[in-house]
């Protein structure tokens, strides 16, 4: 059954500027798709126009009769007295209306009342009305809406705050297609992880746009893409969209160049006939004819693709094994503690993810260190020769009146013509670079800072949520420029494939403390995951009868134990190395998860055994 039916849509905002031309796609029920396109491309202008939101000129959108859509960037208007608690109960109006006629009959004693009675109570029991509350905190907990938000006025709460609350209003609403928009934005990486979870066994239908790759990596199973208005479609997720676009893009490319080849050899026949035939009308129109048909060799329209940014940044060699040194760091503010007793060291050529919820200081972290804010106590020291540069969450220039052009130029003191070569090199190339910086969107603002930064040596690069307001191919482009970065690097994020790619060490910042995790995010996750199932288990172990066994058996016993974790781990590891070589074969990747599934599972319970063993 098709749960999304687009048919020949078309929206233009100005006369010469259409949108959309012509989109057409149909979404079947339960398929979760993900909606891609560059900035601009008309991805969230189709959401409006399939909520009802905004009208299309052309074509229609057909949602089936008693199909319920919602999309989490329209925020209803509630009362001012409402609270995000009240709003979160909006989504079981129809329960507590069936709890008031409930509590009506259950003052009437009649047979059609005992019989209505009764048919409300199984509607009830339909409805899960029973769990509404448990339902409730579970999706607040999962979302990170704590007890004390929930408790605030809604018109008070930050636009992150309210777009978290209207999400969860959403999925408790039950609704039968989810469309959202950059769901992940204000979500932090245990948030996220929820939703993906959530929407893995969510039976209805999903469409999504979303920056975040590893968030579609997870969760769609199928991409559209807008591109120049219409849609270009792919039969997996985000990795599998990447492979198949650069072998279409190179299919294209080679018939393209193959046509210009047969085009030019046409010609050259077409040329040598033309000078032959000087005179003979017969050969002349054998010329003509070729020159046609040379013309019509080209059917295929020369692809094209997003320039890269030809930018690198600059390197200072450091010297030496210490480029940053923190001792006993603390900050509060009030009587809430952020963190304390950190102790850490950064070397040369370390690249590190600083991860942990919203709210649990992070940014606060890197601001002691650049010298921004005052720790309460403790000391922060960089190495003699290190030279920083800070890319900070909030992009703001002094004088945003200025143009691109003239910031780059007053910023770094550099000549007219680097500033044209620097601005062209983050793709502000023509009349972008004149463009007054108080019209940028959060990602123009965001090449423009790196455009700028990138203008010394630096060997110690702070960056603070780099990828948060940039579109995929603007995460691509930075993630190019930081490839050719080998110094140290420090950076927090919620982007789990940025972090993925560069971080080969980790700082877990939560409860008040920053545990470092020496090893890649992969890793990280792999034995964060077993330790706090590890510690689960203990926890919920059973207290058994003492059993005696000599000193000797149980050691015996524990190293058989050991060597067979060693195995599982091994066995993980190449059943990993397999994920990798077969990624686009799906059907070999369903089984290789199933396998380490099985495999880690069966770990998991070697050292509940092996910790039995040796407490």
């Known amino acids: 059954m098709i749960d999304i039916a687009v048919k020949g849509v078309r929206k233009a905002f100005e006369e010469d500027r259409e949108i959309l031309k012509g989109l057409s796609f149909d979404i079947n029920e339960g398929e979760r798709v993900g909606l891609l396109g560059k900035n601009g491309a008309g991805k969230t202008t189709l959401m409006r126009i399939i909520t009802g939101e905004l009208e299309s000129d052309q074509g229609e959108v057909v949602i089936p009769s008693g199909k319920r859509a919602g999309l989490i960037s329209q925020i209803p208007h509630y009362p001012d007295h409402f609270t ?29 009342a005992a019989r209505e009675y009764d048919r409300l109570t199984a509607a009830m029991q339909a409805m899960g009305g029973y769990d509404i509350d448990y339902e409730r905190d579970k999706v607040a907990n999962g979302l990170n809406i704590p007890p004390a938000m929930r408790s605030q006025l809604f018109s008070s709460l930050s636009g992150g705050e309210k777009t978290r609350v209207n999400l969860a209003r959403l999925i408790l609403e039950k609704t039968d297609i989810l469309l959202l928009d950059e769901p992940t934005n204000h979500l932090d990486m245990k948030s996220t992880e929820w939703l993906e979870d959530y929407l893995l066994k ?9 920056h975040d790759r590893y968030f579609l990596d997870r969760v769609v199973d199928r991409i559209i893409e807008i591109v120049d208005g219409r849609a270009e479609f792919y039969s997996g997720n985000y990795s599998f969209y990447t492979v198949e676009k650069q072998a279409r893009y190179e299919e294209r490319l080679e018939r393209w160049q193959q046509e210009q080849k047969e085009a030019k050899r046409l010609e050259a026949a077409a040329d040598r006939l033309a000078q032959w035939g000087t005179g003979n009308r017969r050969l002349m129109h054998k010329a003509e004819a070729m020159y046609t048909r040379a013309e019509k060799a080209v059917k295929t329209e020369r692809p094209d ?10 390197e200072k060699k450091f010297r030496g094994d210490e480029v940053l040194v923190i001792k006993d760091l603390k900050k509060s503010f009030g009587e809430r503690r952020l963190f304390e007793g950190v102790d850490l060291l950064v070397r040369g050529g370390e690249r590190i993810a600083l991860i942990g919820d919203n709210g ?12 921004r804010e005052k720790p309460d106590g403790g000391v922060i020291r960089t190495g003699p020769a290190v030279k920083t540069a800070y890319l900070e969450q909030h992009i703001h220039f002094d004088n945003m009146d200025r143009s691109a052009y003239d910031t780059v130029l007053y910023e770094t003191g ?15 190339s023509g009349e972008d670079a004149f463009r007054y910086v108080s019209v940028m969107s959060g990602g123009e603002l965001s090449r423009l800072r790196l455009c700028i930064l990138m203008r010394d040596d630096i060997n110690l690069l702070i960056l603070d949520e780099p990828t948060n307001h940039l579109d995929i191919n603007s995460r691509e482009w930075i993630e190019q420029a930081l490839e050719d970065y080998s110094e ?34 992969e890793e990280f996750r792999r034995r964060r995951a077993i330790r706090e199932q590890t510690e689960k288990n203990v926890k919920e172990k ?10 000797a058996s149980t050691a015996r016993r524990a190293a058989a134990v050991e060597r067979e974790i060693k195995a599982a781990e091994e066995k993980i590891k190449n059943i990993e190395a397999d994920i ?33 063993l040796t407490e």
């Open 84 to 112: 995000a608690e009240d709003v979160l109960k909006t989504a079981h109006e129809r329960v507590y209306a069936v709890q008031k006629k409930l509590e009506r009959l259950d003052m009437t004693a009649s047979p059609d």
């Open 202 to 210: 969510f039976k209805g239908t999903v469409l999504t746009i979303s």
């Open 305 to 314: 693709r997003d320039g890269a940014m030809r930018a690198r940044f600059s």
């Open 360 to 371: 649990s200081g992070k940014t606060t972290f890197l601001n002691l260190i650049t010298g």
């Open 414 to 428: 550099c000549t007219p013509q680097t500033a044209r070569d620097r601005l062209g090199a983050f793709k502000f």
């Open 488 to 521: 140290a690097l420090l950076f927090v994020s919620h982007d789990r494939y940025f972090i993925n790619r560069f971080a080969t060490r980790i700082w877990l910042m939560e409860d008040g403390r920053i545990t470092d995790w020496p090893y890649s995010f």
């Open 542 to 551: 059973p207290r058994r009868a003492a059993v005696r066994t000599g000193p």
């Open 580 to 612: 990798e070589l077969y990624s686009t074969d799906y059907e070999k990747l369903d089984a290789l998860f199933s396998e380490k599934a099985e495999t880690e599972e069966a770990l998991e319970a070697l050292y509940e055994q092996w910790y039995s």
